[in-house]
């Protein structure tokens, strides 16, 4: 298991990492594209389900990608909540 480049302190990217503060959600490993410079950062609920995000380069704090990670999630969770309801 490595620990994650300078900024993301916390967060595995060759294993799953717990979100903080969100039951059920783990990071999966990050995918870093050097051409572009961009992450993208897999999202995986304990029962297979998944969402992911892509940022720059420069967003690094935990706090911001637990920031964002948090409003991918919620985001998720209402669009299966309205699939559910024939939307």
Do not use: C
Not at 13 to 27: F, L, M, N, R
Not at 46 to 52: C, E, F, I, L, R
Not at 54 to 79: H, K, M, N, Y
Request: charged share 25%; no cysteine; proline share 6%.
């Amino acid at each position: 298991m490595h620990n994650a480049p300078d900024g993301y302190r916390g967060v595995v990217t060759d294993a799953i990492s717990a979100v903080p503060g969100e039951k059920h959600w783990s990071y999966g490993s990050f995918e870093f594209d050097r051409e572009t410079g961009r992450r993208t950062v897999p999202l995986v609920r304990d029962d297979g389900t998944a969402a992911a995000f892509t940022i720059p380069e420069f967003v690094s704090e935990p706090g911001d990608l637990q920031a964002i990670a948090r409003i991918v999630i919620a985001a998720r969770e209402r669009w299966e909540n309205r699939q559910g309801v024939g939307g």
